[in-house]
């Protein structure tokens, strides 16, 4: 059963928000999700919100601060930036970012479809760029090919699951060598250089790893293909 407190908490964010319009019948309540997941819908006159159970233990002014941010974005009302810098600062902390890598390690899944593409071999290309950039030091993650041929996402490194993913769209013949080299390379950059938070901030590409990726030689061409795409 979800705590009235929650649902209280929907309840005077509503009303700050909206103090003259009838208070709706609010569903507050925490879910298993993989991450530190917050979810708000408008149902036939009804709120339905959803909060990650990883919130369940923060403190009530985080809490606020979250049905705030749920309520102001649902009906388009300016975010309190005291508010907003409270969840930021809750989410950001050293102890809730260790928590959410380990429920999303422990709770996602992975779908893997294998190095081994039509054209190219991931696990083959890794090895080179590895012997050629890194002296062969990177421990290799897995590898995997995207199950479709996505164009939005090229490709990223899964930290929780260290796994690289690349998208198959460039899995075919027409497609220079160089551009995957680079695209891979970028995500084994990420390898070296973990994802840093300094304040409030996530330091994904820091001053040393957009130095490394400069070295890479085609990197203009290799570019210039993927904006093709």
């Known amino acids: 059963m979800v705590p009235l407190d929650l649902i209280t908490i929907f309840q005077e964010e509503y ?16 879910r ?19 909060l990650s159970d990883l919130l369940e233990g923060a403190p009530e002014s985080v809490l606020h601060a979250i049905a705030h941010i749920l309520l102001a974005k649902l009906y388009r009302k300016p ?24 429920i999303r390690t422990t709770r996602g899944s992975k779908r893997y479809f294998g190095p081994e593409g039509r054209y190219f071999h991931l696990e083959e290309v890794f090895d080179a760029l590895n ?8 421990g290799r993650p897995d590898l995997t090919w995207s199950e479709h041929s996505a164009k939005r996402s090229l490709g990223h490194y899964d ?31 990420h390898l070296k250089y973990p994802v840093k938070t300094r304040g409030l901030r996530r330091c ?8 490394e990726e400069a070295r890479f030689p085609q990197l203009p061409e290799a570019l210039a293909f993927i904006k093709r795409l």
């Open 131 to 138: 012997t050629r950039f890194f002296g062969g030091l990177l």
């Open 159 to 189: 930290a929780a699951h260290n796994t690289i993913v690349v998208s198959r769209v460039f899995d075919r013949p027409s497609s220079p060598r160089y551009a995957i080299e680079y695209l891979l390379y970028h995500e084994m950059l």
């Open 32 to 50: 298993r999700f993989t991450s530190l997941n917050t979810t708000i819908r408008l149902r036939e006159g009804q709120i339905h919100a959803s």
């Open 79 to 102: 975010v309190n930036a005291a508010q907003n810098l409270r969840y930021k600062r809750f989410a950001s902390s050293a102890a809730v970012t260790r928590q959410t890598e380990l």
């Open 204 to 211: 994904v590409h820091s001053r040393e790893f957009k130095a």
């Open 15 to 30: 009303r700050s928000l909206r103090p003259r319009a009838p208070m709706p019948t609010i569903h507050a309540r925490f």
